[in-house]
């Protein structure tokens, strides 16, 4: 049973998801928050398995409690999924940045929310990473100089290097392997292994480290 909690400061809407959600199989809503501090301490008190949370919110907005929700070490299981509209692709960016596996828009389809729901209490990013990838390189093109400190990569071996590389081109892990010559299970590893040197919570935040960098530059 995947445990969720619902935050987004329109009733209507938090009341839609939590219906929605709350009628798929497999999964269950154990809370509402109306902004972001509520969500943060509910989040404690609750430890679902994702936390669905809007980005505009009083108080303390989404992206700032995706970043404490994230960064707190009692809650490491605890998956955040972005319900935004995509025409502000620098929050989702923001978002991402902060920890968050995903984001979904408000106007999706109901069977969409749900599965974007499972996927990320699975482990996966909600879009795949060329799609992760395309909406950073758009932002990344658009303003340049707001992309933020590069990421280190002096702690990754040159095959983490290669394969975080892959990665931020959108390459599962069959198709790392297959580059590399490697196994699934060793590419597997690698990026596992990347993840946590990098301090990124998935794969999107790889594709992030990749340009933040200048490991993957726009257009290459």
Not at 124 to 135: N, V
Not at 138 to 147: D, E
Not at 203 to 220: K, W
Request: glycine share 8%.
């Amino acid at each position: 049973m995947t445990t969720v909690l619902v935050v987004d400061d329109q009733s209507l809407i938090r009341s839609a998801v939590r219906d929605l959600l709350d009628a798929a199989e497999g999964i269950m809503v154990v809370g509402e928050a109306a902004d972001g501090e509520a969500a943060v301490a509910l989040a404690r008190s609750l430890r679902p398995d994702v936390v669905v949370c809007d980005i505009r919110m009083p108080r303390m907005d989404g992206i700032d409690a995706t970043a404490v929700i994230c960064a707190d070490p009692a809650l490491t299981d605890t998956r955040v999924l972005i319900l935004t509209t995509f025409e502000e692709d620098e929050y989702v960016v923001s978002a991402l940045r902060a920890g968050a596996s995903g984001f979904i828009g408000k106007g999706a389809e109901p069977d969409d929310i749900v599965r974007a729901v499972l996927a990320v209490h699975e482990g996966g990013a909600l879009l795949s990473p060329a799609a992760t990838r395309a909406l950073i390189e758009t932002w990344v093109r658009a303003a340049p100089a707001q992309v933020g400190a590069p990421a280190s990569l002096e702690a990754l071996t040159d095959r983490e290097r290669q394969v975080l590389l892959l990665v931020a081109r959108g390459r599962s892990n069959d198709e790392i392997a297959g580059e590399l010559f490697i196994s699934p299970h060793t590419a597997k590893s690698h990026v596992k292994n990347t993840m946590l040197k990098l301090g990124a919570h998935d794969r999107a935040q790889l594709v992030i480290a990749a340009y933040e960098s200048g490991l993957l530059r726009p257009g290459r």
